[in-house]
Structures are given as structure tokens and as C-alpha cells.
């Protein structure tokens, strides 16, 4: 059984999409979805339920993405655990393939890679994403797809996840590199920011994850990933990639400089992205 978390606050509009993919699959049965609605003040419960049995629902009145995580924890008893983000698409085959890869047993947490779905985006928006697909973040899932999935030996590395902002990059750097993988051949579909202002608003609260995770866990660094620093540097070269480099540059170092403001971090950590929670008739893929 593959048990799949999936910690959902005021995610209504997008819920039925992400839910569908998998419960109305007719190999259904070998997953166990529990959707913990943490602080909801919409209908989340209520779409989660109408899927029936197939679907394990939990309310929690704490507002926190951790707390639900905890949550479907103590609920599932089954491995391999998936953790997917409430409006991210991901299939069935795909959730499959990821359960195979950590029966192997070589590797204890993996994740897909993600498409980036740019409908409906900004022109620079797409342009600060054309660039971001030429670095190697974009080929990190785990904490890039919006999915990842742990073994039994994998989530006992760490107890209860603690409250933080960023808990993929918290479970990434539990792990060595030779310890985790992304999947290239299996595919997750992210909605991103729309608009550029809610962009930098996103990319503020990654940095001020990234911060507080340096702050409180600097042990956990040994096991960071390649930076962006080096191909960055190496696209300069080619000027027609400058309007992009551009775009890229502004919105990083202006989320860097919010999130690095000591009275924001609190706020920024809080700051939801709402222009991309609209559903989408991206096709899912395997």
C-alpha cells in the first residue's frame, strides 16, 4: 500500500483536480489518501469528502503545513509515504514509479522533476522561468516538484517535522547526495506564480526558508545541493539570454533583500501565492 499526505489549507478550487488523478484511477485501491485541512475557512473538507472512502479526511484548526504534515503522519501506517502538495498534478503511473524506485532500497528519498505549467503567466514571468530551466535547481525535485516520497528507513531519520517553511528542503538536506534522487523520467506539474509581484513574493519565502533552516539546523549544510552560481555566470555569455537574466536577477535579489529583513521573515513565511491555485486542463504525465 502507498500511503500519499497531502496537507491542504483553503485549497477548494484546486483539490478535486489533484484528487481525481488518483481516486478515480482504477488501481485506486492501492493507495491510502489522507488529506489533512489544516485552518481552512472554505470548503477543502467538503470536496476532500466527496470522494468517499478513498479518501481519508482530517481537520485541524492550526493553520501550519508541518503541524498537517505530523498529522497524516500519525494517521498513516503505511510505507512508501508520498507528501504532495494539494495543487500540484502528479499521476498514478507516477506515484507508482516513485513507491518502485525506494523498494530498491539504494535510495531513501526521491522525488519526479517538474513541469513548470506557464498558462495564463506573465510575459516575465516566463521569462525569469525560461532562465530558471536552464539552471540546475530546475533539475532538483525535492523541493522543486512539489512532491517527494520517503522509504520506511528514509522517514526515520527525523522524528516529527519540525515548524518550518521550507519542509522539502528541511527533508533534502537529511539526506546525502548519493541518498536521494529526482527522477527524470517521472514528471510532476507545477502551477507557478502569475503575476511578477506575487513571483518575488514566492521567492521571498524560499529565502527566508533557506535562512531560517542555515539559522537552526547549520549541520544539515554538508548535504547541499550544486548552487545556481557557476551556469548563471555562464548564460551571460549569450546576449540573447539577457532580457531573461534580467528578469531572473531582479526577482532573486529582491526576494533575497525582503527575506533577509529581520521583521519580515515572519510575514514572509505566511505569504501564499493565490494567482496559480485556478484549475488547469494540463495533461498529467508518467
Not at 496537507?7 to 481525481?20: C, D, M, W, Y
Not at 527533508?171 to 546525502?176: E, M, N
Request: with cysteine; hydrophobic share 40%.
Amino acid at each position: 500500500m502507498i500511503s500519499i499526505v497531502v496537507p491542504a489549507h483553503n485549497e477548494s478550487s484546486v483539490l478535486s483536480r489533484t484528487l481525481g488523478q488518483w481516486v478515480s484511477n482504477p488501481n485506486s485501491k492501492e493507495m491510502n489518501v489522507i488529506v489533512v485541512c489544516n485552518g481552512c475557512t472554505d470548503d477543502t473538507a467538503n470536496v476532500a469528502r466527496r470522494f468517499g472512502s478513498n479518501v481519508h479526511v482530517v481537520e485541524s484548526d492550526i493553520a501550519r503545513k508541518t503541524h498537517a504534515l505530523n498529522l497524516g503522519d500519525q494517521i498513516s501506517g503505511e510505507f512508501p509515504r508520498i507528501y504532495a502538495d494539494a495543487d500540484v498534478l502528479i499521476s498514478t503511473d507516477a506515484i507508482r514509479s516513485l513507491a518502485r524506485r525506494l523498494d530498491r532500497g539504494d535510495v531513501l528519498v526521491v522525488a519526479p522533476i517538474a513541469d513548470i505549467d506557464l498558462t495564463g503567466c506573465s510575459r516575465l514571468v516566463r521569462e525569469y522561468y525560461r532562465i530558471r530551466s536552464r539552471l540546475p535547481s530546475s533539475r532538483e525535485g525535492i523541493g522543486g516538484s512539489g512532491v517527494y516520497a520517503l522509504s520506511e528507513a528514509g522517514r526515520a531519520r527525523f522524528s516529527e517535522f519540525p515548524d518550518v517553511i521550507a519542509d522539502d528542503i528541511y527533508v533534502r538536506l537529511q539526506f546525502k547526495p548519493e541518498e536521494r534522487e529526482t527522477l527524470t523520467s517521472v514528471r510532476s506539474t507545477v502551477f507557478p506564480a502569475r503575476t511578477i509581484r506575487q513571483l518575488i513574493a514566492v521567492r521571498s519565502r524560499a529565502y527566508a526558508g533557506n535562512f531560517e533552516l542555515a539559522h537552526r539546523f547549520p549541520e544539515l549544510s554538508v548535504n547541499m545541493s550544486e548552487t545556481n552560481d557557476r551556469a548563471l555566470i555562464r548564460l551571460f555569455r549569450e546576449p540573447r539570454l539577457w532580457p531573461g537574466l534580467v528578469v531572473y536577477c531582479y526577482v532573486n535579489i529582491l526576494a533575497r533583500f525582503r527575506a533577509a529583513i529581520p521583521n519580515r521573515i515572519k510575514a514572509t513565511a505566511w505569504q501564499r501565492d493565490d494567482t496559480s491555485r485556478r484549475t488547469s486542463s494540463a495533461g498529467l504525465r508518467s
